[in-house]
């Protein structure tokens, strides 16, 4: 039997609730966030069942973390998996237009489902969709709110690492 685990842990941005199948997330959400999935009824909470999400929270709000490395297990149609793995490969502190995402899942012309998948992300911050913005350069819609897109953004623009001989060094 499948057992999901739900955890709410703290960060810069709000609280951040967690939530879990068999180890694997399936939703990391912020507080009042839309499209946020209410955790399952029979969903045993227990604040300390993460301590590998907990420590890379804390490395990527201290600036030390540039990628998360745990296991995921987001519910999704195949398009918006595709989308989400796409927004994962979004390199930390720099951002993306819908359009550009698009273009990479291989539907050029699908900026607005590509958009609405992004919206449906069921794994903030671990899925940077925070990192698409609009053509124009400009914060568009965030399931977050724009002051937690904009908090996070700077935040990473913060502490980027330098180039080093010409290229990033990502954790």
Same mark, same amino acid.
Request: glycine share 12%.
């Given at each position: 039997?499948?057992?999901?685990?739900?955890?709410? *842990?703290?960060?810069? *941005?709000?609280?951040?609730?967690?939530? !879990?199948?068999? &180890?694997?997330?399936?939703?990391?959400?912020?507080?009042?966030?839309?499209?946020?999935? /209410?955790?399952?009824?029979? /969903?045993?909470?227990? =604040?300390?069942?993460?301590?590998?999400?907990? +420590?890379? @929270?804390?490395?990527? @709000?201290? &600036?030390?973390?540039?990628? @998360?490395?745990?296991?995921?297990?987001?519910?999704?149609?195949?398009?918006?998996?595709?989308?989400?793995?796409?927004? +994962?490969? *979004?390199?930390?502190?720099?951002?993306?237009?819908?359009?550009?995402?698009?273009?990479?899942?291989?539907?050029?012309?699908? @900026?607005? !489902?590509?958009?609405?998948?992004?919206?449906?992300?069921?794994?903030?911050?671990?899925?940077?969709?925070?990192?698409?913005?609009?053509? =124009?350069?400009?914060?568009?819609?965030? &399931?977050?709110?724009?002051?937690?897109?904009?908090?996070?953004?700077?935040?990473?623009?913060?502490?980027?690492?330098?180039?080093? =001989?010409?290229?990033?060094?990502?954790?």
């Amino acid at each position: 039997m499948t057992q999901m685990t739900t955890a709410t *842990i703290d960060s810069p *941005i709000g609280p951040l609730s967690l939530t !879990a199948r068999d &180890g694997a997330l399936t939703h990391v959400h912020m507080h009042e966030q839309r499209h946020a999935a /209410a955790p399952a009824p029979d /969903a045993l909470r227990d =604040d300390a069942a993460f301590p590998e999400a907990v +420590r890379q @929270f804390a490395e990527y @709000f201290a &600036g030390e973390r540039t990628a @998360f490395d745990l296991a995921l297990a987001p519910g999704g149609t195949p398009f918006q998996l595709r989308v989400w793995e796409a927004l +994962r490969e *979004i390199p930390y502190g720099e951002t993306i237009s819908y359009g550009e995402l698009a273009r990479r899942v291989g539907s050029p012309g699908a @900026f607005r !489902a590509v958009g609405l998948a992004n919206g449906r992300n069921p794994l903030a911050i671990v899925v940077p969709c925070h990192r698409v913005i609009g053509a =124009d350069g400009g914060l568009t819609g965030y &399931g977050g709110g724009l002051e937690r897109k904009r908090w996070l953004l700077a935040h990473e623009a913060a502490h980027r690492p330098a180039p080093v =001989d010409g290229q990033l060094q990502l954790q």
